[in-house]
């Protein structure tokens, strides 16, 4: 379980991978606030294409995101959803909050700036 | 229903990283009939959040034992059983409406039993307050064509 | 010992498929623990010969219960026990003794015991005949360094 | 859990795959002792490169072949054993039965027959 944060521009891409559930979500959504906080995007992108497993405490992180981005006037899109994780996104209707997208690009820049976080907690 | 042809209890302390286990147990038995993927899922994913409960809520305090049981039915019924004897359940039919939770705070989403509900074919919870809670559920699997 | 800081009891039919099933519940429990892949693969076997011989020997004819306690300590000690209500072991001793079997027909090799006491720190069987068979076992790992 | 036969003139080679354990011995040793019948052979090689998990029941099942094929004046090569699988072939002193060999080399023949019998038995 981890997350890999990737800013650009006005945009934050935090790739989720691994099991999400209530134990891991914590950590999770620390990392991600710490990077909205420092890199105030406009977009937040949520990236699920290495997520092996979620429970609705994944919906939990997505909705809580939503909160503090909308706060903050930005929006949140869920990218790359594998089937069964679509499948827990659709029950929770958060397709309301997020937008839902199979690919994306992010913007090019020359000032990028990378954070890999890899939480190698089980 | 008959007699199961398999079965498991198991019994763990309500500590988070137990969620995973559960499933990995709850993986391990219900693999032995050879379901679909996405139905392996999504049994896994309805332990996941009955487990999560008693976790989060039943014990918010303290540590108490949570006791997961399967059972596997020569139809292919599934059988899942998680207990509590935590703080309980007020008021059920209220918990269990969509988006309710008593804990916002701490990014709840109050959609553990609407997951429940719509991954499995049946549930039923049984709480008393001071006592506990007992989530009952129930799903047929498809096995695979054995050879 | 101290407390354990993580623990788990799981019972089971004494049917061959659930030996495979034991593997993966001691291995979803120790693997919180985070242990070297050579550690977990000797609990692994030990709990997969104890189980086996709960299967084979313990209830040769009939189906039953067989119960498997494993406990994580703070000092990074694995306690496993398992143990049936089977047909007991007259000579406790003598079926330790490498190569020793009661069932050359089925291809036992008489190395449960020896594979159970070289991988294992400890080990500690009790059996009375007619009323069942546990083995404890103990074994110290050396969890990774976490960040 | 499975077996792959191959039959080269007097060698028969066993390619195990998956756990071997008490549950799945019984069908590898029904499977293997079929094809010693069928062709004969002088040496059995046991490859055991894909084998994932194995514990004393892979013993019992080196040396009932051992029995067989001494019966029959043939020899046994255990092959290829992973780490963790050399360690059980070690306590057991199966050494003293069976040749223990890294790499092996099948005789090329025209005449080849391949028998590919997978169990799908977890
Ligand atoms: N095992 C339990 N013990 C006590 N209360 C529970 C238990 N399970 C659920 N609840 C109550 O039911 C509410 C709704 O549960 P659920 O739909 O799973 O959403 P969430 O877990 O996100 O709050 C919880 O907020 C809690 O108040
Ligand atoms: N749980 C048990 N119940 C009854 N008898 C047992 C049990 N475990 C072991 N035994 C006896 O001890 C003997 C030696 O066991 P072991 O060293 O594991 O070798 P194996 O399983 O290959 O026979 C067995 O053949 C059996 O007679």
């Keep these: ?122 | 229903m008959k007699r199961p042809i398999n079965d498991m209890k198991v019994v763990f302390p309500s500590l988070s990283e137990n969620e995973r286990f559960a499933r990995i147990a709850v993986s391990g038995i219900v693999s032995l009939a050879d379901p679909k993927i996405d139905e392996l899922a999504d049994i896994k994913t309805a332990v996941s959040e009955a487990v999560t409960n008693s976790i989060v809520h039943g014990y918010p305090e303290t540590v108490g034992k949570i006791e997961l049981t399967v059972r596997l039915y020569e139809d292919s019924t599934v059988y899942i059983k998680v207990s509590d004897k935590g703080c309980g359940i007020e008021d059920v039919q209220q918990a269990m409406l969509p988006l309710f939770t008593t804990r916002p705070d701490e990014d709840r989403a109050g959609l553990g039993f609407a997951v429940m509900e719509s991954f499995m074919d049946k549930i039923k919870v049984t709480s008393k307050v001071g006592r506990g809670t007992t989530v009952v559920m129930h799903k047929r699997i498809t096995p695979k064509e054995r050879k």
């Design chain 1, 1 to 122: 379980m981890g997350v890999e944060l990737i800013s650009r521009g006005k945009v934050l891409c935090a790739r989720l991978s691994g099991d999400i559930d209530h134990h891991g979500a914590k950590e999770l959504r620390r990392d991600i606030d710490i990077a909205i906080e420092e890199n105030c995007p406009s977009e937040l992108i949520l990236d699920f294409s290495a997520v092996t497993f979620m429970d609705s405490s994944g919906i939990g992180l997505v909705m809580g995101r939503y909160k503090l981005m909308n706060e903050r006037g930005g929006t949140v899109t869920v990218a790359k959803t594998p089937a069964y994780i679509g499948k827990v996104m659709r029950v929770s209707g958060v397709g309301k909050l997020a937008k839902i997208v199979n690919e994306y690009t992010l913007p090019k820049e020359d000032e990028q700036e990378v954070m890999k976080i890899e939480t190698t907690n089980q």
